[in-house]
Each structure stands twice: as structure tokens, then as C-alpha cells.
């Protein structure tokens, strides 16, 4: 049921859609965006991509196990709050190591620090988690047959 | 390796055994953390007579446990956790007898019950291990709850969480009228922990653990926690008439039920864990009587019980160990063969039938003095306790002589075991006979102190071996005499009682087990059909129930509707309501997903509208993977068209939802909005934030705590559906 038009399309699309969603989840602190939103973009890159090539290929692209992904993304987000509790004692709460505050109070650098990271971690958690649903899901409406079960069927 | 943990509990007995002379001399020694600093509650540990004298039985006792752990499971890889878990118990149980903060006490309590849950249940491939760590677990955790109650009642009344300052305001405690809840709930805590009746049937049960779990836990150590406690708290709540009958009646009809329930017992092991009982009902009676003299034989009875119940433990553990079983009637004869063991069987079960020169005499001494002296009633104190003691006379016959003597009978070839099995069980034996011989330091150094903690005043603990021909002594010799008499016609007896059927608290708990079993069934049977109409159904039945309560409960005005808005709104509202209707009346399923998809569509552009960018945003990606899984469902789904019968149920719940949501939205309007918190948001986004999105500001930073919550259920989520999706895949297989 593979496409051409949409595996073309889908090679220039799903990077497009990975470059807007890091862009989205880049400036989301100052304008619309943020890590949930930036999340469902990637989402929708990969999911053309697992739609024109299939799950597999979808897959080997991520290289690492969406779950997975999104525990690490889960794990920026604590490791984000813990950061907080280091540094001011109190947990999530945000630390600029970029930022310096002059004389006026008027505040300078580049604003990157563990709420980015928290951003990051929900980011990662919304790409991991509806991946990991929509493959699973995928897989069992319509398995794509893989190695060993063609060599069992060989067999038997 | 595998010798570390008896190392290390040998290291903390010999530190606690340094406290002896100043806490002998009546000092105590305490340590406290700041923990809830706001509530009161903090890390405070207290060593003073009492405390010291159960770390020296969970540390000492402890050593010689790990080290015949270690020798027991010597070929079996699941030693590490069990000596891992032991060693978590030893410590849940020491910091619940040092523990001077009645919050750190529940804390230590809950932790012995949850290293006991998993112990027991060690050999979780049994169906039995498991069922019976369920019920140690039921009951110990409910009567672990009732005592959390009872502690706060007495913390909030007292104003301190300090145990030592509790028990000085005794009689303020024993005047008010928190006392009676207090007690009860104190009570419920002690007598399931310590397997009192009602709750005696979980201990005979914990025995499914491996045996030196059943001789550290379920006999010299964890058990006694609810004893230790009653002991802690006799100064604060002692000494009324409640306290005094509850303990008397339900220690003595513990002490009968497991003296009878062990002599029928077939399993060795089990017939000791009766004999517990009846250690534990002794206990609590004596503590129950209020008096002095009461007090000092419970002191005194604990660490005899102790002693010989962990050694005669560790004996059926070589027993089964080495002659391949511990059914009475399979053992026999084996004295030849196993010197060693049945010199410690033997001088343990002395100690137990209360033979002299042992300790147990002193103690049964002790006991039947302090008994015929009850406050409660002499006879029946006495009566029960003679009664009991026969008994064990006849128990201590059938755990240290049967095995031993007359014809042999084993599964394998017996022989002494090695020596990490033996030195264990042969050093308790032996000090039992030690402070029989010596018994004056004991009473000084030890018990004394102890006493002190119980009474609540100084006590003075003097000991003899020989105290004359009184009437305890009397009392004694009847015992060996009837306790000899009946292990001579114990076959008949055992018959007898096995024959009987009674009866007892289990059946209780297995009748309210399974009513709750099959409460759950029907209510599972009646919310979860398992059919995704029936579990909407009810979510939104459910809330609409709870909107219209709302409504008609609060006087609610509703303000007359504005209409004066721009032409363009009305498009996107036409064009929702549009794809509703086509949602309900279309046969095809891929129509009805897509015009649920322009009803997403729609609300999406009204945020937009409104300037809430990053919720249509948000909106309209969602709207879109909605249509995403559907379509890979519907590739599962028949193809047939959907049925459009009308359902006049479905009908009026979806007008009761809509309606009511409808009228909460008008009321909304109607009332004032407070600006308060867009305002706080809108001043302090940028300067304290850095950004001035305010939705991802408050998402990432002011309410991070929240969204933590919510990525995390997003991940439980995403793992619960891909397991359900691939349990399903390899079902199809």
C-alpha cells in the first residue's frame, strides 16, 4: 500500500516538521509554542513518514524505542526540578546559568537553562508517548511481517 | 559474602551492648532529626531499659539468624535476597524499639509489616506462600492503621509526638475522653501484630516463610512488637479497667487456644508457632494483671520465650535440614545420629517445659507468683496460665523427644549438620541454662531497667533459682507432673483433637475475604462491561448527574445572551454544528471521523479567535492524530455501517450533558471574572520567568509541578496502552 507521491513528499515533509517542532519548542517561552506543542509537530512528521515507508522504517529513524524516548524526556523534566532544589532549595524552580542580572535589574544572555530542559523533557515525552501508542497500534492492525516470522512460516 | 550481615548485626549488638552500664545505672540516651518540622514529627530515637533490652534480642538474635541463614541457603541463589531482606527487617525493627517519635514508630511499625509480607511470602511459586502473606498483611496493615489512628489521637491531645513525654501524663491521658478511642485503636494495633484473638490465625499461617524467617520474625522478634508497644504505652493508658480486661481475656484465650491448636499440630513447625501464641497470649496477660510483680514476669518471660522459641525454631529448621522432614510422625529415633541436635533440642525444650535449673523455671516462677496476685482475677489468671504450662510441658515432650527417641524413622540419612546451622541454635540453648545458673545479673543489669520503662517508676529485678517451697513452686511441680502425665497419652490427645472441628476466626476472615471478593466482582460486573459505549455511558451519565446537581442546587441567574457577535464566528459555529449533525447521522464511519474532526477544527479556530494561540494550536494537532489513530483503527473495525436505530436513552443523556453544560457556560458568563491570577501572571511572566508567552510560562515554570504530573501520566499511559496493544498481537498469534 506504499505511495510514491506521499514517500516523496514525506522525505522533504518529515524534516521540515522536525525542524519547525525544534523551532516550536525553541521559541515557545516568548511566543506560541512550547514543548507540547512542538512534541505533537514532530509526531506528525514521523507519523507521515511511518505512513509512506512504513513502521519499520519509522522506527530504524528513531533508532531508539519511543518509550524509551519518552522516560528520557520524563527524566529531563525531574532532572530539571532536581536542578531547581540544587541550586535555590526549592524544586522546579528555574535556574538561568546564561542570565546576568545588571545593576537595574534589567536582566541579559541567552535564556537557556533547566526550564528548557523541563521544556525539552515534555517535548520528548509527548514525541515518545503518542509514537509509542501509534506504532503499537499500528503494528497490530496491520503487522508488517518481519524476519523471523517469514522464516517461520518458511518452516511450517 | 554471604557472612556479612550476621557480621555486621554482631557489630550492633556489641555497640548496643556498650549502653548497658549507663543504661543500667538508669540513664538514657536519645538522638532526634528534624523531619516534619511544621507538624511536630521528627526522627527521634530513645534508648532507655526497654528499648535496649529488644535491640539486644533483634541485633543478638539477629547474628545468629543470618549466620544460620547463610548455612541453610548456602546452594540456593536466592540467598541474597533473603539475607537482603532480612537485614531490611532487623532494621525496620530496631528503629521501631528506638523510636521516641510516635510518627517515626508507625513508619518502623508499617516497614517490619511490609519486610514480614515479603518474607513470608518468599517462595512466591507457592499458591499458599502467597495466600498467606496476603492475610499476614490484611491483618497486620488494618490493625497498623488503627494504631496510626490511636497515636494521633494521643499526639494531638498530648501536644507532642514524643513517646517519653506521653507516657509522663498518664493520668491525664487515662481523664479524658480521647482515652477510650485512643486505647481501642492502640489495642487493634498491638493485638494483630501480635497475632492476639481474634487476629491469632495469621501467625500459624506466616509459617509458610522459610524457617529462619518463621524463628527471627514470627517467634522471637516481630511479633513481640505489639507487646513491645502495649509494654511503651502501659505508663500513658495502663491501669484501667478496659485496658486490664481486654488483656487479660484476650491474652488468656490466645494462651489456650495456641497451647490446644499445638498439640495437634502434625507439622513441627507449626506446633511452635502455636506455642508462640501461647508465649505472646502469656504476655499480654501478664501485662493486662497492672501489677508490679505482673510486669517484671513479662519482662522476664520475653527473653526467656525468646530464647528457647528461636532455638527450637532453628532445631526443626536442622531437623527438616538434615533428616528431610519435620512431620512428627516421620521422625524418630534419631538421637544416635544427631548428638549435637538433640542436645540443643533438648536443652531448649527444658527451658520451655520450665525445668529447673533453666531460665524458663525462673520465669514460670515469676509468672505463677505474679498470677495468683492479679489484679484482674487470680483464678483465672492462674487457672489459665497452669493450663497453658501443662501443655507446653507435653509440646517441649513432642519437639525435643519424639524426634529422638524410640524407633528410627527418617526421609534420609540424618547427621549432624554443619557448623553455621548449629552454633546458632546451641548459643541460644545454652544461655537459656547460662541465666538459669546465673540469674542476678540479668535481673539487675538488664531486666531492671527494662522493668523501669514498663512500670514507669524505678523497679528493682532480683532473680533466684531456688525461691523455696511456696506455692508457686507447688504450682510448678503440679505442671511437670500433669505436663509429664499428659505427653504420656499425647497420641490420644492429638486423635482427639484432630477429630474436632471447630470453628474459628479464620473461617471469619475467609467468609469476609470472599465477600469482598465477590463485592468487587459484582461491582466490576456492573461498571466494567468491557464495552467502550457502556464506560462512556457512564462517565457521561455521571456527569451530567453532577452538573445538574450543581445547577439546581446553587440559584443560579442566568443573564440574557449577548448575540452581537462578528458575522465570522457565526460561519465557524455553523459550520460545528454542521459536522455534529453529519457526526450522528452518517452510516459511514470515516464521514463520521472526519466531521469530528471539523468540529475540533471549529472550537480550534473560536481559540484562535480569541487570541489563545497555543490552544488551537494544541487543539488542532490533537485533532489531527485523532483522525490519525482512527483511521488505523477503522482498518480493524467491520465494514459494515453503522446502526442508526434510535436509542431514546442515548438521546437523553446526550441532551442532559449538552444542556447542562450549556447552562453552567451561560451562569459563567453571568458572573464576574476574577482577574487576580491573570494579572499575577500577566506582571511576572517576563521580569521573573523570562518569557512572555504566559500559557508555556505557566506550564513550564509557575505550574511545572502540574505538567510533571501530567507527563508522567502521559508516559504510565503510553506504556499501559502499547502493553494492552501488544498482549493483544501475541494473543492473535
Known amino acids: 500500500m506504499k505511495s510514491l507521491i506521499l514517500s516523496v513528499a514525506s522525505r522533504a515533509l518529515m524534516p521540515t516538521l522536525l525542524i519547525v517542532s525544534f523551532y516550536v519548542l525553541w521559541r515557545g517561552h516568548n511566543e506560541p509554542g512550547g514543548g507540547f506543542i512542538g512534541g505533537l509537530v514532530a509526531v506528525l512528521g514521523l507519523v507521515i513518514m511511518s505512513k509512506a515507508e512504513g513502521v519499520r522504517a519509522a522506527r530504524d529513524f528513531l533508532r531508539i524505542e519511543p518509550l524509551s524516548l519518552a522516560a528520557i524526556g ?81 518452516a511450517g | 559474602m554471604r557472612f556479612l550481615p550476621a557480621l555486621l548485626a554482631f557489630m550492633a549488638t556489641a555497640w548496643f551492648w556498650s549502653f548497658l552500664p549507663a543504661i543500667s545505672a538508669g540513664e538514657t540516651r536519645s538522638w532526634a532529626w528534624a523531619w516534619l ?106 490493625g497498623g492503621l488503627a494504631l496510626l489512628a490511636g497515636l494521633i489521637i494521643l499526639g494531638q491531645f498530648a501536644g507532642t509526638y514524643r513517646l517519653s513525654e506521653m507516657v509522663l501524663m498518664g493520668d491525664a491521658i487515662r481523664a479524658s475522653e480521647i482515652y477510650i478511642a485512643a486505647t481501642i485503636f492502640v489495642l487493634l494495633g498491638c493485638f494483630t501484630k501480635s497475632a492476639q484473638f481474634p487476629f491469632h490465625f495469621w501467625l500459624p499461617g506466616a509459617m509458610a516463610a522459610p524457617t529462619p524467617v518463621s524463628a527471627y520474625l514470627h517467634s522471637a522478634t516481630m511479633v513481640k512488637a505489639g507487646v513491645y508497644l502495649l509494654m511503651r504505652m502501659s505508663p500513658a493508658l495502663g491501669g484501667t479497667e478496659i485496658w486490664m480486661w481486654s488483656l487479660t481475656i484476650c491474652g488468656a484465650i490466645t494462651m489456650i487456644v495456641g497451647s490446644v491448636w499445638a498439640m495437634k499440630q502434625d507439622d513441627l513447625k507449626l506446633m511452635l508457632a502455636h506455642t508462640t501464641l501461647m508465649g505472646l497470649g502469656a504476655l499480654v496477660m501478664l501485662l493486662g494483671s497492672g501489677t508490679k510483680e505482673a510486669a517484671k514476669a513479662a519482662v522476664l518471660f520475653l527473653l526467656v520465650h525468646a530464647l528457647y522459641k528461636a532455638a527450637l525454631f532453628l532445631s526443626v529448621g536442622i531437623l527438616d535440614k538434615q533428616a528431610g522432614s519435620r512431620m512428627v510422625d516421620d521422625l524418630g529415633g534419631l538421637r544416635g545420629a544427631m548428638p549435637l541436635s538433640f542436645a540443643i533440642a533438648a536443652l531448649a525444650a527444658l527451658s520451655m517445659a520450665g525445668f529447673p535449673p533453666f531460665i524458663g523455671f525462673i520465669g514460670k516462677e515469676v509468672i505463677y507468683e505474679s498470677a495468683l496476685h492479679s489484679a484482674a482475677s487470680p483464678l483465672l489468671v492462674t487457672g489459665s496460665a497452669l493450663a497453658a504450662n501443662i501443655m507446653m510441658v507435653a509440646c517441649a515432650g513432642l519437639v525435643a523427644i519424639k524426634p529422638y527417641f524410640g524407633e528410627r524413622r527418617a526421609q534420609k540419612n540424618p547427621g549432624d549438620p554443619v557448623f553455621g546451622l548449629w552454633f546458632g541454635p546451641a548459643v541460644l540453648a545454652a544461655l537459656g541454662l547460662w541465666f538459669g545458673l546465673f540469674p542476678a545479673a ?174 488551537a494550536m494544541t487543539q488542532l494537532l490533537v485533532e489531527i492524530l485523532v483522525v490519525v489513530f482512527f483511521a488505523i483503527a477503522l482498518l480493524q473495525l467491520p465494514r459494515t455501517p453503522i446502526s442508526l436505530g434510535f436509542r431514546p436513552f442515548d438521546m437523553a443523556l446526550s441532551v442532559a450533558l449538552g444542556l447542562g453544560v450549556i447552562v453552567t457556560l451561560w451562569a459563567v458568563l453571568g458572573t464576574e471574572l476574577n482577574l487576580y491570577l491573570t494579572e499575577y501572571f500577566e506582571k511576572y511572566s517576563a521580569p521573573k520567568a523570562l518569557g512572555r508567552n504566559i500559557v508555556n510560562v505557566i506550564l513550564v515554570d509557575f505550574r511545572a509541578l502540574d505538567t510533571l504530573g501530567e507527563v508522567s501520566v502521559v508516559l504510565i499511559a503510553a506504556i499501559a496502552a502499547v502493553a494492552v496493544m501488544r498482549a493483544g498481537r501475541e494473543a492473535r498469534k
Open chain 2, 442 to 615: 540479668l535481673g539487675h543489669d538488664l531486666l531492671e531497667p527494662a522493668l523501669g520503662a514498663v512500670t514507669g517508676k524505678a523497679a528493682e529485678v532480683k532473680l533466684y533459682l531456688w525461691h523455696g517451697v511456696n506455692l508457686p513452686f507447688l504450682l510448678s511441680l503440679l505442671t511437670f507432673a500433669a505436663g509429664i502425665g499428659l505427653f504420656l497419652v499425647i497420641g490420644a490427645v492429638r486423635r482427639a483433637l484432630q477429630a474436632a472441628r471447630v470453628p474459628g476466626a479464620e473461617d471469619g476472615y475467609d467468609l469476609g475475604l470472599a465477600g469482598i471478593d465477590r463485592l468487587s466482582a459484582w461491582v466490576t460486573r456492573s461498571l466494567q462491561g468491557g464495552r467502550m459505549t457502556v464506560y462512556l455511558k457512564l462517565s457521561f451519565a455521571v456527569f451530567a448527574g453532577v452538573i445538574w446537581m450543581a445547577i439546581l442546587m446553587s440559584n443560579t441567574e442566568l443573564s440574557r445572551p449577548d448575540f452581537r457577535v462578528p458575522l465570522f464566528q457565526f460561519g465557524v459555529v455553523v459550520l460545528i454544528l454542521v459536522s455534529t449533525v453529519v457526526v450522528t447521522f452518517t452510516p459511514s464511519r470515516l464521514i463520521a471521523i472526519c466531521a469530528l474532526g471539523g468540529v475540533g477544527s471549529g472550537i480550534a479556530m473560536l481559540f484562535v479567535m480569541y487570541g489563545a494561540i497555543d490552544v
Open chain 1, 74 to 154: 520524563l527524566g529531563c523534566s525531574v532532572v530539571s526540578g532536581v536542578w531547581g532544589y540544587i541550586v535555590y532549595g526549592t524544586v522546579l524552580k528555574g535556574v538561568w546559568p546564561f542570565i546576568t542580572v545588571a545593576a537595574d535589574g534589567s536582566k541579559s544572555g541567552l535564556p537557556v537553562g533547566s526550564i528548557f530542559l523541563f521544556d525539552l523533557g515534555v517535548y520528548l515525552v509527548v514525541i515518545g508517548g503518542v509514537l509509542g501508542m501509534l506504532f503499537a497500534m499500528e503494528e497490530v492492525v496491520a503487522p508488517e511481517p518481519d524476519e523471523d516470522e517469514t522464516r517461520d512460516g518458511g
Open chain 2, 37 to 142: 518540622p511544621d507538624q511536630g514529627v521528627e526522627l527521634a530515637l530513645r534508648i532507655d531499659g526497654l528499648s535496649l533490652l529488644f535491640a539486644l534480642l533483634i541485633t543478638g538474635i539477629g547474628t545468629l539468624i543470618f549466620l544460620y541463614t547463610a548455612a541453610y541457603f548456602r546452594n540456593d541463589d536466592r540467598l541474597p535476597r533473603l539475607l537482603t531482606l532480612l537485614m531490611l527487617f532487623g532494621i525496620s525493627m530496631l528503629g521501631l524499639v528506638l523510636a521516641d517519635d510516635a510518627i517515626s514508630l508507625f513508619v518502623f511499625w508499617e516497614g517490619t509489616t511490609v519486610t514480614s509480607f515479603l518474607l513470608v511470602g518468599f517462595d512466591h511459586n507457592r499458591r499458599y506462600a502467597r495466600a498467606s502473606a496476603l492475610q499476614a498483611l490484611i491483618i497486620t496493615g488494618l
